[in-house]
């Protein structure tokens, strides 16, 4: 009976622990600001307007990371897989010339920003980043479908492509 208790509880503080879940991104999300390829300002708020209506696919990344570099032929191929959906990359790059030089030497294409608040500005914390790539899809009408997904694998991830 005890072990059962003990099972119990610790299931339940484990489902407990999980992160959370969002469906809207928050106002200091939105009003986060980013670097354009051509070094302009713009805030996140901005950069989901231009795709309204679409179904987004959201990577954030650098290019010093083994991970984000391992899964990029899986977002390639979902890219490729998935023409009607709009990649937007978010990079977390120490320089905004290592940026440069990644999505060049990668030739990873889509919509780029530079994220220069970093892992502890207003975006990284609403996403509570712990790890990186981070894939994310924004449905048609704005909505958040896929709040955090970190292999190209993930099914949920797969499903909200569709």
């Known amino acids: 009976m005890k072990k059962i208790l003990v099972l ?10 999980q992160s959370r879940v969002e469906t809207q991104f928050s106002a200091e999300a939105l009003n986060d ?3 354009t390829l051509e070094g302009n300002s713009i805030v996140f708020k901005s950069i989901l307007e231009k795709h309204e209506g679409n179904t987004v696919f959201i990577d954030v990344w650098a290019s010093w990371c083994k991970d ?3 899964g990029l032929p899986g977002v390639k191929e979902l890219q490729a ?12 790059d120490k320089s905004q010339v290592a940026w440069k030089k990644g999505i060049d030497r990668l030739q990873i294409n889509g919509e780029h920003y530079f994220m220069q608040s970093g892992w502890k500005g207003a975006m990284g914390t609403f996403l509570d980043l712990d ?4 894939y994310m899809i924004i449905d048609k009408q704005g909505g958040i479908k896929v709040f955090k997904a970190i292999e190209t694998t993930d099914i949920t991830l ?4 569709k």
């Open 8 to 17: 119990t509880l610790f299931f339940t503080t484990v489902l407990s622990c």
């Open 33 to 35: 600001e980013f670097i």
């Open 68 to 70: 984000c570099l391992k």
């Open 81 to 92: 897989n998935n023409p009607e959906v709009d990649f937007v990359y978010l990079s977390l």
């Open 131 to 134: 790890w990186i790539p981070r």
């Open 158 to 161: 797969l499903n909200n492509l």
